[in-house]
């Protein structure tokens, strides 16, 4: 039976068709509530999400550059290096076509051409995040200077606006009304042990810093670890995206993206932000993530099998060692009637497979082997198995 | 001596031996693809389960041997495959039917324990393992290669010679 077939009501359809941009040769992807893409490096899935981010939002993405004095000069190939980032202009050729929803899409037409501003419809949460707050405090938009790209000068003036909210002397983390107290919990418990996120003042700049609930003191950016200094970012952002308010949603914003969502995460916390992105699928968001992260496909492909199996909300909650408390069922119970697609960015040809079934048993190696995520894993027992078979000890 | 002629020879499967894939039911033969299947590199099949019946009626026989020769060995190999539901509860059962196929590998089938081997486990059916799940590692534990739901011999082993 399709994973599709118990699903509830679809998205609305989003499809984008990509060729010859970049390290894509072709790529074409039917987006669901939820879109994961995986693959190696360099293999095209940071070039699609930050183009979709541009078709979504170009008259926002202009004005921003506009406010910020950035000048193209009208040339297409210099707007490209300020949005993708320095020496993107060779990504595109005379060959590059693009289709949004079956439209064919003239990309320098569309940046030449003068339209009202709308408002932001994607917030994007880039894989470079922890570069927003490495002075312990988020730069804003013209700091960065034109060779960064839009998407990462945007996140850190998103978060520089959002500190606005929590005062000069503010906690971040926990605060009461923000997150589920589930949530707070598990973060607490998997990322922030025994400490508080809080803004102080050091010589009269502000910055972030962990202080110890028992002990008190105050440790700066520098002296976190890994997985906390890329995890606060990642949590701004989800606080930009779930807003402390009756509405779901930040006014106007449909998309959230996240890039590489695990970066230096423990598979404890892993779940907890996979538990997150199910409460912005609640919410109503698309949520798009790219991953290099087995774990990430495991819980899609446990979350898709429960459902075929007509499993419910708790059993989905005990993948993630979830308490199933009445909010966090009725979470999974949502996301469980949600359509989950799942891509495989190959290098090699250059083209994305629709790998949403991620089927063990699939043929097809890009399939079974999870976009080469569990392939090593495969490896490893094969290897193992054929040793023990032969040991004669 | 080669595979076929140690299947000769072996107790209960004299008269057994057949050539490609013939020993297997027609619905596992669908899972199980060599390579190249002239009998260059397809050194015949024997059903095991079968031969055994009689012997050990209430035994977890093991299903099929698979003799092969691979391009980059000197000698015969042989897939010892087992297509049985891939599911959770069945692990133990396939571990049982592993004990007797060892255990008959050093006693009766001795003869065919001289070559080198795999075990395999092909799945019947849909299947909850994935490739990188502990199931998956504690069959390899024990020598038992889950293969997904077809096995592929290829004509150049992958494994050197332990």
């Known amino acids: 039976m399709s994973i599709l ?45 930050q183009l979709l981010k541009l078709l979504s939002d170009t008259s926002y993405i202009k004005k921003e ?16 290096d300020v949005y993708f980032g320095e020496g993107m202009r060779s990504a595109w050729s005379d060959k590059t076509s693009i289709e949004q929803n079956g439209a064919r899409i003239d990309l320098p037409g569309r940046i030449s051409e003068k339209r009202p501003s709308r408002r932001e419809s994607m917030f994007f949460i880039p894989a470079q995040r922890v570069l927003a707050l490495r002075d312990g405090w988020p730069s804003a938009f013209n700091y960065y200077d034109a060779s960064i790209p839009f998407t990462l000068r945007e996140f850190s003036e998103h978060l520089r606006l959002l500190m606005s909210d929590f005062g000069s002397e503010g906690t971040l983390f926990p605060v009461p009304r923000r997150l589920k107290s589930e949530f707070r919990e598990l973060l607490q418990s998997h990322i922030f042990p025994g400490f508080r996120l809080k803004i102080d003042t050091q010589r009269a700049q502000k910055r972030l810093v962990l202080t110890s609930i028992e002990q008190g003191g105050s440790l700066p950016v520098a002296v976190w ?78 979350l898709q099998r429960l459902r075929e199996h007509g499993a419910g909300g708790t059993d989905l909650l005990r993948v993630f060692d979830a308490e199933p408390t009445t909010a966090m069922v009725k979470l999974a119970e949502n996301v469980m009637k949600k359509w989950v697609r799942v891509y495989y960015f190959d290098r090699e040809g250059g083209t994305t497979r629709d790998i949403t079934n991620l ?18 894993s495969g490896r490893a027992s094969e290897a193992v198995a054929k040793a023990v078979a032969n040991s004669r000890q | 001596m080669g595979f076929r002629e140690e299947v000769e020879a072996t107790p209960n499967l004299q008269g057994k031996w057949t050539a490609g894939l013939g020993a297997l ?7 199980i693809k ?9 050194r015949g099949s024997v059903d095991i389960d079968s031969a055994w019946q009689q012997v050990e009626p209430q035994a977890n026989r093991w299903d099929f041997a698979v003799g092969y020769k691979h391009v980059n060995r000197s000698d015969e190999f042989v897939y010892w495959v087992e297509t049985h539901t891939g599911s959770d509860e069945q692990i133990k059962v396939m571990f049982r039917k592993l004990d007797w ?5 050093k006693n009766a089938g001795k003869r065919l324990a001289n070559f080198d081997r795999s075990f395999v ?13 502990t199931q998956v590692r504690s069959l390899a534990e024990k020598g038992l290669l889950y293969s997904g739901s077809t096995f592929r011999i290829p004509v150049t082993h992958e494994i050197s010679k332990p």
């Open chain 1, 5 to 49: 077939t118990r699903s509830g009501p679809p998205p609305r359809p989003q499809e984008i068709k990509v060729e010859n941009f970049g390290p894509i040769k072709h790529a074409g992807i039917k987006f669901g509530h939820l879109t994961v893409f995986v693959g190696p490096q360099a293999a095209g899935k940071s070039v699609l999400l």
């Open chain 1, 65 to 80: 550059f506009s406010r910020a004095g950035v000048d193209w000069s009208g040339e297409f190939a210099s707007f490209l």
């Open chain 1, 225 to 302: 670890s890994a997985g906390q200094r890329e995890f606060v970012p990642l949590l701004l952002g989800l606080y930009w995206l779930m807003v402390p308010a009756k509405a779901p949603r930040r006014a106007g914003l449909e998309w959230a993206v996240i890039e590489e969502l695990e970066m230096g995460l423990h598979p404890r916390a892993i779940s907890v932000v996979m538990l997150m992105v199910f409460e912005l699928m609640a919410r109503g968001y698309r949520v798009c993530i790219s991953t290099h992260s087995p774990q990430v496909l495991d819980a899609v492909w446990a």
């Open chain 1, 359 to 376: 089927d063990p048993n699939a043929e097809e190696a890009g399939e079974s082997g999870w976009g080469g995520l569990s392939e090593f």
């Open chain 2, 25 to 31: 039911r027609a619905q596992d033969k669908a899972r």
């Open chain 2, 34 to 42: 060599p390579e190249n299947t002239s009998a260059k590199h397809l």
């Open chain 2, 101 to 105: 196929l060892k255990n008959w590998l």
């Open chain 2, 121 to 133: 486990w092909v799945p019947g059916g849909a299947t909850s393992f994935t490739k990188g799940s």
